[in-house]
């Protein structure tokens, strides 16, 4: 039987009805006029006029390759979405060779499109380690076909029963004295190496962290570069097990795969011996040089993922505070004004997404002022200096990406009952971001590194040979003013006194937690609930502190106009203040605020801090410079053409439209037409 198109089911009369009331762009155009923000000035501070050009060039090579078309996006399964994303891949990597893209700008592209990439653990951590860990021979042999594209590989550390305790990690690379040789093996179900990105149909090449086993000794998990699949047939290797783990959650444009081993065997040359080796002479395990630069990588790629934190969650804001301008809901009885009221006028809907608003500048610049001192410090920095760099980013990689991972799903929330379609470009968003708060470690798993490095610096402190740096400062300063506390700070004010108070609080938990452990001797389980609340907040400090410097830094003033610095300004006090209004009981148990002061900050600074923004929000979250062709969303359209789109797309554009199916049980008929 013939197909029926979708289209040819929707009556002519339909297509000629309007939206009821004001339609969504007039809406918006009154929205956006309410503001004086300057959103091109405020989108140059955010990414500069260099990098927003140049999204620009790279969305319109996409927007001209019809494998990169969205409008079937919705409807596809996992495996058809796999193949897709496996063919745009291949078109991207292409058209980067093409284009001469530098790394940073097939990033942009890869942001772009807005789907988890088939190569991004090859253009990731297989070629990042391969850099960091391979000598100058290994570069040679295995870095340049790798950034050819000829080897294809990913990063196989997870194992099946093992995911954040690395020592724990059971796969083996024994040495054999007499071949000279690894053998490389799975001993155990669990060691099978589980969760690996771009490995399930894509890698050829898997760097494998197994336990270096010499002489019947472990000396701990090393890196070894291995190829898994046949060059040419692409089938795996004698000895190789490798496959797809299944359908996940979200994530289902990542082939993501397991891997086993039966004694495979690899030559010397296999093991990334820039730190460390088998000497073939002596048979003697070998450590060379100082491995801080993979701390230094660690950090750089925690940094990242803190600022991206920030423009993910301001993808969900900007979606949501454009559907509830667009949205009306009820009447005010108590107001002279007739009609339904706009959803983003209700404070009970102000208070979910203004704040988030405010959490995505201070995540961004967060991120930003990271990624600064990360370079400021590359080569030079002592192992003192990244180690303080190392678990600060610990910290703020699991707060960043908690925040955005919740201040997801609270705005799909905040949209009613339409969030919870595919078409408002929320669901797929959240569900594809989600593993980034157990990725690169799990975010309850890692704060424990934050607080040995803070109770570390704190004995330090109190002995007198602390390190000076920012954090040994805050704690310092308590040990010398605790005393007299911290309740005279003006954090109403904002500025400067706004940090000591969250500066403040983190030191006093220090401390706390220092005599649960040290004067009390309480066993290290017990205090796991107190190291989550201590990395909390050491980490909620570094943003308000990271978000108060960019705020106060020289060029600042420079880049932004007077309205737009004012705004961002309110957008600081307002997110510094719902937090501590947030964290009511731990600003007081502190002694960091006072009871007048957050009763304050509840009852009329933040309800008043909301009003000044409420005129801004559009053009606020506009500065994100998102184009309707990357949000893929009825209700996040710039033109607010919300319910045009959002029916199209349920209509004429939906492949279920095609068919009838019958519904009657006696019938032996599944599929009456359109099959």
């Known amino acids: 039987m013939a197909q029926i198109s979708p289209r040819s089911r929707i009556p002519d009369w339909v297509s000629t009805l309007k939206d009821s009331g004001s339609e969504g762009p007039e809406i918006l155009e009154r929205e956006r006029a309410k503001s004086d923000v300057s959103v091109d000035t405020l989108a140059d501070f955010l990414f500069t006029r260099e990098i927003l050009n140049k999204k620009q060039n790279i969305l319109a090579l996409l927007e001209a390759e ?23 891949g291949k078109r991207l990597r292409q058209l980067s060779a093409q284009n001469e893209w530098s790394e940073d700008e097939y990033q942009l592209a890869v942001e772009l499109i807005s789907e988890p990439d088939p190569y991004g653990l090859h253009t990731s951590l297989f070629l990042v380690t391969l850099r960091e860990q391979g000598t100058s021979e290994q570069h040679e042999k295995f870095l340049e076909k790798a950034e050819r594209d000829e080897y294809i590989g990913c990063y196989a550390q997870t194992e099946l029963g093992h995911g954040s305790n690395v020592r724990g990690l059971e796969t083996t690379a024994t040495w054999d004295a007499d071949s000279k040789t690894f053998v490389l093996h799975t001993p155990t ?17 898997a760097i494998v962290m197994a336990q270096l086993v010499i002489g019947g000794t472990s000396y701990g998990p090393h890196p070894f570069i291995v190829q898994i699949r046949d ?22 444009t990542m082939d993501t795969g397991f891997l086993l081993f039966n004694n495979l065997r690899i030559p010397l040359s296999h093991m990334l011996a820039r730190f460390s080796s088998v000497n073939p002479s002596t048979n003697e395990y070998v450590r060379q040089g100082s491995p801080v630069s993979v701390y230094a990588t660690m950090t750089y790629v925690r940094s990242v993922i803190v600022q991206r934190a920030g423009s993910a969650l301001a993808r969900g804001v900007t979606i949501a505070t454009r559907y509830c301008a667009v949205r009306r809901q009820f009447t005010d009885l108590e107001s002279l004004s007739r009609g339904e009221v706009q959803v983003l006028d209700y404070t009970s809907v102000q208070i979910r997404l203004l704040p988030l608003l405010a959490s995505t500048f201070a995540l961004h610049l967060t991120g930003k002022g990271m990624i600064g001192l990360y370079k400021a410090s590359r080569g030079a920095a002592s192992n003192e200096k990244l180690s303080d760099l190392h678990a ?42 989600l593993p980034a708060t157990t990725w690169e470690g799990d975010n309850y798993m890692i704060t424990q590194q934050v607080a ?9 402190v109190l002995k007198g040979d602390a390190t000076k740096n920012d954090t040994t400062d805050i704690l310092s ?61 050491h980490s909620e400090y570094l943003v308000i502190k990271y978000f108060y410097d960019a705020l106060s830094g020289p060029n600042t003033e420079e880049c932004l106009e007077k309205e737009s610095l004012s705004t961002i300004h309110v957008l600081f006090r307002l997110f510094a203040l719902h937090t ?77 439209n095609e068919k009838i199916f019958d519904p009657y049980p006696h019938s032996g008929v599944l599929v009456k037409e359109g099959e």
């Not at 996006?73 to 897709?84: D, F, R």
């Not at 669990?190 to 050829?204: D, E, F, H, P, Q």
Request: charge should be positive.
């Open 452 to 460: 040995r490095y803070l109770l570390k610096s704190a004995r330090s």
């Open 231 to 252: 060059l040419k047939t692409h089938e795996a290797l004698p000895s190789v097990c490798v496959g797809d783990v299944g359908p996940k959650f979200g994530y289902n």
């Open 580 to 656: 501590i209004e947030s964290r009511a009981l731990e600003f007081l148990t502190a002694s960091a605020a006072t009871v007048q002061q957050i009763e304050e900050a509840r009852a009329s600074t933040v309800p008043q801090l909301m009003k000044e923004i409420r005129p801004h929000a559009l053009r606020l979250v506009d500065c994100w410079s998102f184009p309707d062709w990357v949000l893929d969303s009825s209700l996040g359209r710039y033109d607010g053409k919300v319910y045009k789109d959002l029916f199209e797309r349920a209509s004429v554009g939906n492949p279920r």
């Open 392 to 433: 600060t980013s610990c910290g703020l990689k699991a707060l960043a990406s908690t925040l955005a991972a919740e201040g997801l799903e609270t705005c799909r929330r905040a949209c009613g009952g339409h969030g919870y379609s595919s078409f408002s470009g929320l669901g797929s968003w959240y569900a594809d971001y």
């Open 66 to 88: 019809p494998i990169f078309n969205k409008s079937q996006n919705y409807h596809l399964g996992p495996n058809e979405k796999l193949e897709v994303a496996i063919a745009r």
């Open 477 to 537: 300063k308590f040990v010398q003013t605790r005393e007299t506390g911290a309740a005279t700070l003006n954090i109403m004010g904002g500025g400067e006194q706004l940090v000591q108070a969250f500066g403040w609080r983190t030191a006093y938990f220090t401390f706390q937690a220092l005599k649960h452990r040290d004067e009390e001797k309480r066993s290290w389980n017990s205090l796991l609930v107190d190291v989550l609340r201590l990395s909390t907040a």
């Open 189 to 205: 179900l669990t060691a099978s190496k589980w969760w690996i990105g771009s490995l399930s149909k894509m890698a050829n090449h």
